[in-house]
């Protein structure tokens, strides 16, 4: 749990100080091994299914570069996260480090980021299963109802407050989003050699170069859909404060960033190369629509415990600062338990409302995920070094390494601030002047792959 401190032992009671004891016990199981598993669950969800179409527009030689590249650029940035975490105990969640970088208003900066980021998430994983549902169906059924459903079930799974106690569910999910990436390849490989299946012989075959006519805010949106597959440095705090060796953190780094680097590129190239510049976004609706119901029900684990992660992870950070002071933050007592369940389902159904009642939810994802995606996982971490872990001057001689890595990380994280925002609000102001946004209804099934397409592209699902 945080490490701020608790009442003294002599202001507690014997029961009080048992359950401190248990909780300490309970929530410092976590290893990294352990540790790389949730962070997959985290990490790599049904968005890399995105990255063929992301490959279509930037060719095949950009697309393979700036997923290698941008994969050890996550990783640097993440180390950084990790060191300020092991210098700086009290940080105990992502939101904790914007007081000791600006005082209180770096508190309420970061705090409100990173609440909201993770409520728009958790809303997203809602409406995507819904789409699955769905598509596994082929129901006409109202949408909100299959949300709904997806709602309970991602409220289901945020129950356990420890992170070592759901990490059996990281096999699931892995070998959830594995399945549904090989018999996604397997299947557009087989259509792709017999010219069949929902694309054809004549259709434009892949190219090492980008897709002719690409705009600037095409090409953005692309890189973009990479940036944000490797968006996990925003839960990296909360679950080395699960762990009972945070140093290893490393280790979990190395074998993320490897494992994504490795599944992005062949998912991305080999998609790509079987199915050209037609590919749509996810790539199983180009793997016609049997494969795609088959594929969205084997990634249902993945859908959900992925979505769930994050419900965990926000009500960790706002029950461990309620009750800061008090045994009941363990969630190992009857008044820690209901407050515990009662946060899940209210982050859970405010995520949902927000999903449901916002017209432009999914382009105002995309908005978010350029705002604080770029942030927490990228320009954020160098200004962390800059300010908490430097010492001397960055010119110095120890320095000038870490300085040039720094400075690399923080221009990636910069471009996507600007252009990827630039990008998402020209899309919504250019659907607004089209007058073709519009609230999704039960009549608007049809709309769907286009909605679809949007949440993967925003790289958060």
């Given at each position: 749990?945080?490490?701020?401190?608790?009442?003294?032992?002599?202001?507690?009671?014997?029961?009080?100080?048992?359950?401190?004891?248990?909780?300490?016990?309970?929530?410092?199981?976590?290893?990294?091994?352990?540790?790389?598993?949730?962070?997959?669950?985290?990490?790599?969800?049904?968005?890399?299914?995105?990255?063929?179409?992301?490959?279509?527009?930037?060719?095949?030689?950009?697309?393979?570069?700036?997923?290698?590249?941008?994969?050890?650029?996550?990783?640097?940035?993440?180390?950084?996260?990790?060191?300020?975490?092991?210098?700086?105990?009290?940080?105990?969640?992502?939101?904790?480090?914007?007081?000791?970088?600006?005082?209180?208003?770096?508190?309420?900066?970061?705090?409100?980021?990173?609440?909201?980021?993770?409520?728009?998430?958790?809303?997203?994983?809602?409406?995507?299963?819904?789409?699955?549902?769905?598509?596994?169906?082929?129901?006409?059924?109202?949408s909100v109802i299959f949300s709904v459903a997806s709602a309970a079930i991602l409220m289901l799974l945020a129950i356990p407050p420890s992170f070592a106690e759901i990490a059996i569910l990281g096999y699931i999910d892995f070998a959830s989003i594995i399945l549904a990436i090989g018999i996604t390849m397997i299947a557009t490989g087989i259509q792709s050699s017999n010219g069949s299946?929902?694309?054809?012989?004549?259709?434009?075959?892949?190219?090492?170069?980008?897709?002719?006519?690409?705009?600037?805010?095409?090409?953005?949106?692309?890189?973009?859909?990479?940036?944000?597959?490797?968006?996990?440095?925003?839960?990296?705090?909360?679950?080395?404060?699960?762990?009972?060796?945070?140093?290893?953190?490393?280790?979990?780094?190395?074998?993320?960033?490897?494992?994504?680097?490795?599944?992005?590129?062949?998912?991305?190239?080999?998609?790509?190369?079987?199915?050209?510049?037609?590919?749509?976004?996810?790539?199983?609706?180009?793997?016609?629509?049997?494969?795609?119901?088959?594929?969205?029900?084997?990634?249902?684990?993945?859908?959900?415990?992925?979505?769930?992660?994050?419900?965990?992870?926000?009500?960790?950070?706002?029950?461990?600062?309620?009750?800061?002071?008090?045994?009941?933050?363990?969630?190992?007592?009857?008044?820690?338990?209901?407050?515990?369940?009662?946060?899940?389902?209210?982050?859970?159904?405010?995520?949902?409302?927000?999903?449901?009642?916002?017209?432009?939810?999914?382009?105002?994802?995309?908005?978010?995920?350029?705002?604080?995606?770029?942030?927490?996982?990228?320009?954020?971490?160098?200004?962390?070094?800059?300010?908490?872990?430097?010492?001397?001057?960055?010119?110095?001689?120890?320095?000038?390494?870490?300085?040039?890595?720094?400075?690399?990380?923080?221009?990636?994280?910069?471009?996507?601030?600007?252009c990827g925002t630039y990008a998402s609000i020209a899309e919504l102001v250019d659907k607004f002047q089209s007058g073709s946004q519009r609230r999704i209804s039960v009549s608007e099934g049809k709309r769907q792959q286009d909605r679809t397409s949007k949440f993967f592209a925003s790289g958060l699902v």
């Amino acid at each position: 749990m945080a490490s701020e401190g608790l009442p003294k032992d002599q202001d507690l009671s014997d029961p009080e100080l048992q359950g401190i004891l248990e909780g300490n016990a309970r929530f410092r199981r976590l290893g990294w091994k352990r540790l790389t598993v949730i962070s997959i669950v985290e990490a790599i969800a049904l968005g890399s299914l995105g990255l063929p179409s992301a490959f279509a527009a930037l060719g095949m030689v950009a697309g393979v570069i700036l997923t290698i590249g941008l994969g050890f650029v996550a990783i640097y940035a993440g180390y950084n996260i990790g060191a300020v975490k092991l210098r700086y105990p009290q940080v105990g969640h992502y939101a904790d480090v914007g007081r000791l970088l600006m005082g209180s208003l770096g508190s309420k900066l970061f705090v409100g980021s990173f609440v909201a980021l993770l409520v728009f998430v958790i809303g997203s994983h809602c409406l995507t299963g819904a789409i699955a549902f769905q598509n596994i169906t082929q129901s006409s059924s109202c949408s909100v109802i299959f949300s709904v459903a997806s709602a309970a079930i991602l409220m289901l799974l945020a129950i356990p407050p420890s992170f070592a106690e759901i990490a059996i569910l990281g096999y699931i999910d892995f070998a959830s989003i594995i399945l549904a990436i090989g018999i996604t390849m397997i299947a557009t490989g087989i259509q792709s050699s017999n010219g069949s299946g929902d694309f054809a012989a004549d259709l434009s075959p892949w190219s090492a170069w980008p897709k002719p006519g690409l705009t600037f805010s095409a090409a953005i949106v692309a890189t973009n859909n990479i940036v944000f597959a490797y968006s996990f440095a925003g839960c990296l705090p909360s679950f080395m404060e699960d762990m009972h060796t945070p140093e290893d953190y490393v280790k979990t780094l190395w074998w993320l960033g490897g494992i994504q680097i490795f599944i992005y590129t062949l998912t991305g190239s080999i998609i790509y190369a079987f199915v050209g510049q037609e590919v749509q976004s996810p790539a199983l609706l180009s793997a016609g629509p049997v494969i795609s119901r088959v594929v969205f029900g084997i990634a249902l684990p993945v859908i959900f415990i992925s979505g769930s992660i994050n419900t965990t992870v926000v009500c960790r950070y706002i029950h461990g600062k309620i009750y800061r002071d008090s045994v009941v933050r363990f969630v190992n007592t009857a008044k820690g338990w209901s407050t515990w369940l009662v946060l899940v389902s209210v982050v859970t159904i405010l995520a949902w409302i927000i999903a449901e009642a916002i017209p432009i939810f999914s382009e105002l994802l995309s908005i978010i995920s350029s705002l604080f995606v770029s942030g927490l996982s990228f320009y954020i971490p160098p200004i962390m070094w800059c300010v908490l872990l430097k010492e001397g001057a960055w010119y110095e001689k120890h320095n000038l390494k870490p300085a040039i890595l720094n400075g690399v990380v923080f221009l990636v994280g910069i471009i996507v601030f600007g252009c990827g925002t630039y990008a998402s609000i020209a899309e919504l102001v250019d659907k607004f002047q089209s007058g073709s946004q519009r609230r999704i209804s039960v009549s608007e099934g049809k709309r769907q792959q286009d909605r679809t397409s949007k949440f993967f592209a925003s790289g958060l699902v």
